[in-house]
Structures are given as structure tokens and as C-alpha cells.
């Protein structure tokens, strides 16, 4: 293998420009504070939605961790009863991936689901320490 340089025509070669760059929050609580009424205002249309499709189309800031925090906000947003697993859907951004649909649960419930959803996580939570005491 040679290690010779190109030679270049005297062409000015263009890049694309970069791509612009969603702010980033750098506390997570205010981050989750910002965005959830976006993800509020999404369950109260009652249509299926990803995160991501919602984060788009209000161009909402990314958390001070990206690659990772975005997968806690469903969960809390569950967790408080505001929205409920709908189906899987295919990623706007690459495509191919596949992604969680969500759809909002109405308003009335929300409290009753999210009641249940603390009994189980503590139901899992005592199980799990039996468990561990058994053992």
C-alpha cells in the first residue's frame, strides 16, 4: 500500500453543512419539566404517536444525555398514567428500526392507572426481596 496524496484539480470541494443540532437541557428535571406538556398535549389527541415524532414536530431540546435518556421519558410518562403502549411503528429517523406507538390514556383514568401501576412495581419490588431472602 502506497500512502500517496490526491491530487486535486483546483475545484473547490463543498461539504454538506452540518446538520443543526437540537439544544441540549443540562438539568434532567427541568428537561422532563420542558417536554412532558408536549407529550400531554399528544396523549389528549387520543392519535398514536412515537417520541420522537412529537421531540420533531416541536422541536423540542434533548436531554443533558441523549443516547440514553430519551427511553426514561416513556416510562415516567406511563408510569404517571399519561400514556399506554399502543403497537410498534417504524423510525421516522433511520427508517428501518423499529420503535414503541404510544396513544394517551383519557384523562379521567389517568390517576386509576397509574394507582395500578405503583401496586405492581411494589408487588414486583416484594417479590423480588423475597426472593432474595429465600435465597
Request: aromatic content about 6%.
Amino acid at each position: 500500500m502506497t500512502n500517496i496524496a490526491p491530487a486535486f484539480d483546483g475545484s473547490r470541494l463543498e461539504a454538506a453543512a452540518p446538520s443543526i443540532s437540537r439544544r441540549i437541557v443540562d438539568d434532567f428535571e427541568a428537561w422532563v419539566d420542558e417536554v412532558t406538556p408536549y407529550y400531554v398535549a399528544a396523549a389528549d389527541s387520543r392519535e398514536p404517536f412515537t417520541i420522537d415524532e412529537v421531540a420533531r414536530k416541536h422541536q423540542l431540546p434533548d436531554p443533558p444525555k441523549p443516547k440514553s435518556m430519551w427511553g426514561s421519558l416513556p416510562i415516567r410518562l406511563e408510569n404517571e398514567g399519561i400514556i399506554r403502549h399502543h403497537g410498534g411503528s417504524t423510525s421516522a429517523r433511520a427508517g428501518h428500526s423499529m420503535v414503541h406507538e404510544w396513544i394517551g390514556v383519557p384523562a379521567p383514568m389517568r390517576e386509576m392507572v397509574a394507582a395500578r401501576r405503583r401496586d405492581e412495581r411494589a408487588a414486583r419490588r416484594a417479590a423480588r426481596a423475597a426472593e432474595r431472602r429465600a435465597a
